[in-house]
């Protein structure tokens, strides 16, 4: 039973922002440090960013100082904040621990799309 929420998702113009939700369950989410992913391609997932229970984050180079991520413990949720979105950011996202293991089982993902 998958246990994590992407939303908040959507068409968005280059240089617009969006806000991303994860909801968790407290099982995956309490003392664990969670993170964003983007699919590439057909089946890969490439890391975006983590944050720690200390609240300590961490970011990959092409979305440094245009994404935020945070989480709200009393709701078990993860935020991804993204702005000055570019087309290369088109992708479906999803939120897991980190680092992600093979038998992780995944969310949907929640799809976003950057174009004129």
């Known amino acids: 039973q998958v246990q994590l929420v992407e939303s908040g998702g959507g068409l968005v113009q280059p240089g617009g922002s969006l806000t991303l939700s994860c909801a968790a369950s407290a099982r995956i989410f309490a003392g664990n440090v969670m993170a964003w992913y983007r699919r590439v391609g057909e089946n890969k997932r490439v890391l975006l960013a983590r944050i720690f229970p200390s609240g300590t984050t961490y970011y990959e180079g092409s979305v440094q100082g245009r994404f935020t991520i945070s989480a709200d413990s009393a709701k078990n949720t993860v935020y991804l904040q993204m702005t000055n979105l570019k087309t290369e950011d088109s992708a479906v996202y999803f939120c897991?621990?980190?680092?992600?293991?093979?038998?992780?089982?995944w969310g949907q993902g929640t799809q976003v799309t950057v174009s004129s």
């Open positions: 897991n621990k980190w680092p992600d293991r093979p038998e992780y089982l």
